[in-house]
C-alpha cells in the first residue's frame, strides 16, 4: 500500500500509479487537459487501483452530459471489482460516486463531508464538494466548507493554493469581497495559472464594479494559462463582461468568436456542447441582444447542439441557456419537445428531478412566451420562482442573465411593479447600483 502526496493510503503498491494518479489529481485541481492522460497512466500502471477507476467516474460525472453517465457506471463497477484493499476513506469515495450516478446529491456532500471531517488533506472529496455544492445553489455549504478545513492547511502542503481559491470564490459569493480578494491574490502569488483564483478574483472586481480592473487582471494572467481545460473560456467571458459594462461591444464580440466560443479551438473542438461553454455563450448573446446588437447567426450552433440534449437534464441550470438558443432561431417545435421532455423528467422523485419540473421548466416556458412576445404570461410564469432560481447553480454573475429575462419581460409587459420587483431584488445583493450596470440602467432611469 502506497500514499499520495498527502499522505493518504492508496489501495496499490504500484509507484508509478501513485505517481500519475498524484498528476491527474493536480491537473484536475488546476484545470489542465493532461488530467485524464495522467488518470489513464495511473490505471494503466494498477488496473486494479480503484481509487483511480473512481476518479474516472468522477471525471465523467463532472462533464454534466447525460450520455457519460454509463461510462461513469462503468467505472463503478469496475472500482467495486476492486475493493479487497480499499480503504475506508476509498470506499467512502466509492459510495459518494454511487449516489452522484443514482441522483442523490445531498447523500453525496455528506459523505464527501465526513471524508474531509476525517481526511482533511483529501482535496479530491474537498475539490468535488466545493464543486457540486456550487452547482446546487448552495454557497452557504462551499463557505462552511472551506472555513472547517482551512485550519488545517499551510504553504507547506501541496494544493494550498487551491485551498486559498476555493476560500476565495466562497467568500466572494458570501459577498465578503476583502477576504475574497485577498485569498484570490494569494494563490496567484503560489501559482500565477491557478484558474480558480483568477476567475475567483474577477467576480470581485465584477461585483464591485472594477471593470478595467478585471479586463488587465485577465490579460496579465493569460499568459499562465498554457494547457488550460474550458474554465479558460469561462475567463475570456468573464472579460467579455467587463467590457460589455463599458459598452465596449466590438471587443465583447471579439472575445466571443476568438475566445470563449472559438468553434476552430482544439478545446471547442473536443467538447463542443460543455455545459459551462454553452452558457457563456447564450447568456453574452442574451445580453447582446438586449442592448440592440445584432448577433448574426451566432445562435445557430448553439440551436443545434440544443436539438441534439434534448431529454438531458443533468445540468438544471444550463436549460435555460439551451432554450435561449432553440428560441432565438424560431425552433418553436424543437422549444415544445425540451418543454416535454422536462415535464416527464421533473415528474420523477429525485432532487433534481424536482429542482427541473419546479424551477427550471417555468423559467424555459417564460422563455419560450417572451420570444413569442407575451410578455405578461411570461412574467406569470416567472413570479412564483423569483425566488427559487439561485437554485438552479450559477453564480451571482450567471444568475444575471435570468433576472434580466425577468427585467426585460416587466418592461415590455408595461408592469411598473414588477419592473421595481426586480430592480430591488438585484440591488439589496449587488454592491454596484443598477443604475451604472448596462443590463440595468435603462429601467433604474425610467422609475427615477
Not at 112 to 120: D, N, Q, Y
Not at 395 to 403: M, R
Amino acid at each position: 500500500m502506497r500514499k499520495d502526496q498527502h499522505g493518504l493510503t492508496l489501495s496499490t503498491d504500484s509507484g508509478t500509479a501513485v505517481d500519475a494518479f498524484d498528476r491527474a489529481t493536480q491537473s484536475y485541481l488546476k484545470y489542465r487537459t493532461d488530467a485524464g492522460r495522467h488518470l489513464a497512466a495511473a490505471l494503466k500502471a494498477d488496473p486494479a487501483f480503484a481509487l483511480g477507476h473512481v476518479m474516472r467516474g468522477y471525471f465523467a460525472m463532472l462533464s454534466y452530459n447525460q450520455a457519460n453517465v454509463s461510462t461513469a457506471a462503468e467505472a463503478l463497477a469496475d472500482a467495486r471489482a476492486h475493493t479487497r484493499r480499499t480503504t475506508t476513506r476509498e470506499a467512502a469515495h466509492i459510495e459518494a460516486l454511487s449516489r452522484w450516478i443514482d441522483g442523490e446529491p445531498d447523500r453525496m456532500l455528506d459523505i464527501w463531508e465526513a471524508i474531509v471531517a476525517e481526511h482533511p488533506h483529501d482535496v479530491l472529496a474537498f475539490r468535488l464538494h466545493h464543486f457540486s455544492a456550487f452547482w446546487l445553489g448552495r454557497p452557504a455549504t462551499m463557505q462552511a466548507a472551506v472555513e472547517r478545513v482551512f485550519p488545517h492547511w499551510s504553504d507547506e502542503l501541496p494544493g494550498w493554493g487551491m485551498v486559498l481559491a476555493c476560500r476565495s470564490f466562497a467568500h466572494e459569493e458570501a459577498g465578503n469581497y476583502g477576504l475574497a480578494e485577498d485569498s484570490g491574490r494569494r494563490a496567484i502569488e503560489v501559482d500565477p495559472g491557478d484558474l480558480w483564483a483568477a476567475h475567483a478574483v474577477a467576480h470581485v472586481l465584477e461585483m464591485q464594479g472594477r471593470r478595467g480592473e478585471g479586463i488587465d487582471w485577465l490579460k496579465r494572467l493569460e499568459p499562465n494559462w498554457a494547457g488550460a481545460a474550458n474554465l479558460k473560456h469561462h475567463l475570456y467571458w468573464h472579460r467579455a463582461m467587463f467590457h460589455l459594462e463599458r459598452r465596449e461591444i466590438e471587443q465583447a464580440l471579439s472575445l466571443y468568436d476568438n475566445g470563449f466560443r472559438d468553434l476552430n479551438s482544439q478545446l471547442t473542438q473536443a467538447v463542443p456542447d460543455l455545459y459551462i461553454d454553452v452558457q457563456n455563450a447564450a447568456s453574452m448573446l442574451f445580453r447582446l441582444e438586449r442592448q440592440g446588437v445584432d448577433v448574426g447567426d451566432r445562435w445557430v450552433e448553439l440551436a443545434d447542439k440544443a436539438e441534439a440534449r434534448i431529454g438531458d437534464c443533468l445540468s438544471a441550470f444550463t436549460l435555460p441557456h439551451w432554450m435561449m438558443a432553440l428560441t432565438a432561431t424560431g425552433r418553436t417545435e424543437a422549444a415544445q419537445r425540451m418543454l416535454e421532455a422536462m415535464r416527464a423528467f421533473g415528474r420523477g422523485n429525485g432532487p433534481n428531478e424536482r429542482l427541473v419540473g419546479r424551477v427550471a421548466l417555468p423559467v424555459c416556458e417564460a422563455l419560450v412566451a417572451h420570444r413569442a412576445g407575451q410578455h405578461a404570461e411570461a412574467l406569470a410564469l416567472l413570479r412564483p420562482v423569483i425566488g427559487d432560481m439561485y437554485l438552479l447553480g450559477g453564480s451571482h454573475a450567471q444568475q444575471d442573465v435570468l433576472e434580466q429575462l425577468y427585467l426585460d419581460a416587466a418592461m415590455k409587459a408595461d408592469s411598473a411593479d414588477d419592473v421595481r420587483l426586480i430592480l430591488e431584488r438585484v440591488a439589496g445583493r449587488h454592491p454596484v447600483p443598477p443604475s451604472r450596470r448596462i443590463g440595468w440602467a435603462a429601467a433604474a432611469h425610467c422609475l427615477h
